[in-house]
């Protein structure tokens, strides 16, 4: 498995919409696995995904990814570290590397890359693809799914 996962997605959205899309509870929970996210936005900062209410009914814990804020330039640069929660397997394994990066592509375009540096992680880095059978499309599902909400004001599941 590639220890760096890199995936660029090409919006028609402000780099604002995209940052906030990201990075703010109301709207984590309007698409991909519907995980409300927590971030204070300052390096140095706690990040915290909690579980969905489909996934605390099967017993999730409160706190599914948790991690530390790197780099901050909003609304163009996130930096922060990434670990894991899901099971005893991905607890176990080392915290992973996660930055966003919003430029303008052109006019009324914005290209969002997402680079994951999975070092040390092997089973995360497989979940995270979306290569694993009945876990979710990765961050694949994630960024199309965030891409189609802020598009059409849908999300692709919902």
């Known amino acids: 498995m590639t220890t760096t996962q890199t995936y660029q997605?090409?919006?028609?959205?402000?780099?604002q919409a995209i940052w906030d899309g990201l990075t703010t509870a109301e709207q984590t929970r309007a698409?991909?696995?519907r995980c409300p996210v927590e971030y204070?936005?300052?390096?140095?900062g706690a990040f915290r995904t909690s579980p969905s209410d489909e996934m605390r009914e099967m017993g999730a814990s409160d706190t599914?990814?948790?991690?530390?804020?790197?780099?901050?330039?909003?609304?163009?640069?996130?930096?922060?570290t990434w670990h894991a929660l899901f099971d005893e397997?991905?607890?176990?394994?080392?915290?992973t590397r996660l930055s966003f990066e919003l430029e303008e592509?052109?006019?009324?375009?914005?290209?969002l890359t997402l680079t994951h540096e999975l070092d040390g992680?092997?089973?995360?880095?497989?979940?995270?693809?979306?290569?694993m059978p009945n876990t979710g499309g990765g961050w694949s599902f994630m960024l199309s799914d965030l891409k189609t909400l802020l598009e059409t004001g849908t999300a692709l599941t919902g």
């Open 9 to 15: 997605v090409y919006f028609k959205a402000t780099a």
């Open 121 to 131: 992680a092997p089973f995360t880095a497989a979940l995270v693809s979306g290569s």
């Open 105 to 111: 592509a052109w006019e009324g375009v914005i290209r």
């Open 31 to 33: 698409y991909g696995y």
């Open 89 to 95: 397997t991905t607890s176990a394994e080392a915290v």
């Open 40 to 44: 204070d936005l300052a390096p140095g």
């Open 64 to 80: 599914i990814i948790e991690g530390a804020v790197l780099e901050v330039d909003a609304p163009h640069r996130l930096v922060q």
